[in-house]
């Protein structure tokens, strides 16, 4: 893979690109508000949204105009819902597998996840990722009994505002490529969703930071992953 080739030859320059970032970049915090609830009416629907900073609502003010907010709002008037948040800024797939190993067994219909970009940052090859991802899929399956897990591609991290090039143009070229081999195996899998929204995506649409969403992203994602639900749910799956 070229990106590879690429750290390689320019390693060290990466790792200064990366320093000062940490350094320049706002740090943001989760969003405020409530992680878990009941609501809505019709079908019960019981929802377990599990992953990183994106999960937890970083760039936006309170959960309620961040993921959870804006996918639960999606859902209500259609669905009775009990869901729950389990994410934390930083986390990888492996840190979210650790984590839910210490969970209690409880059943949700729907599981979904944001994770990749702390992957992609960290220095995973593909393939470890990829073992990653279907290790955590394995364990949610047998964990909470779900009949439907839903991902969402790694965003386009090469039109992050906060990235300096040639940091983004190595970055986003490992992020299509873990997002190829996650695409070709979740095609495999009939209980498995990956999610596409990286064509909306704006860099002005992003948080003050330039690296997560902004509450516009927020909204169409939370109402395009709604979208994904509804459609198995209502096909009588």
């Not at 190993?101 to 393939?127: A, C, M, W």
Request: glycine fraction near 8%; aromatic fraction near 10%.
């Amino acid at each position: 893979m070229i990106h590879y080739l690429a750290l390689v030859l320019m390693g060290p320059v990466f790792v200064v690109q990366g320093f000062y970032v940490r350094k320049v970049t706002p740090k943001l915090e989760e969003a405020t508000g409530e992680r878990s609830g009941r609501c809505g009416q019709g079908k019960l629907l019981r929802l377990l949204l599990i992953g990183d900073s994106a999960a937890a609502g970083v760039g936006a003010s309170n959960q309620s105009k961040a993921l959870s907010g804006n996918l639960v709002s999606a859902l209500s008037g259609k669905f009775q819902l009990e869901w729950q948040l389990l994410a934390k800024s930083g986390y990888t797939t492996k840190d979210t597998y650790d984590m839910l190993r210490h969970q209690p067994k409880e059943q949700y219909d729907v599981v979904i996840i944001s994770l990749g970009v702390n992957d992609v940052i960290k220095t995973f090859t593909t393939k470890d990722w990829l073992k990653h991802q279907i290790a955590l899929v394995v364990f949610i399956r047998e964990h909470f009994s779900c009949r439907q897990i839903v991902l969402t591609k790694i965003p386009p991290m090469e039109r992050f505002p906060a990235l300096p090039p040639p940091l983004r143009w190595y970055l986003g070229r490992k992020a299509r490529d873990f997002n190829q081999h996650l695409s070709l195996w979740t095609a495999t899998q009939d209980d498995c969703e990956l999610l596409d929204i990286n064509h909306r995506l704006r860099p002005e649409q992003m948080a003050v930071d330039g690296f997560h969403p902004g509450p516009g992203i927020y909204q169409f994602w939370g109402q395009s992953i709604a979208q994904v639900i509804k459609t198995r749910w209502h096909s009588g799956d």
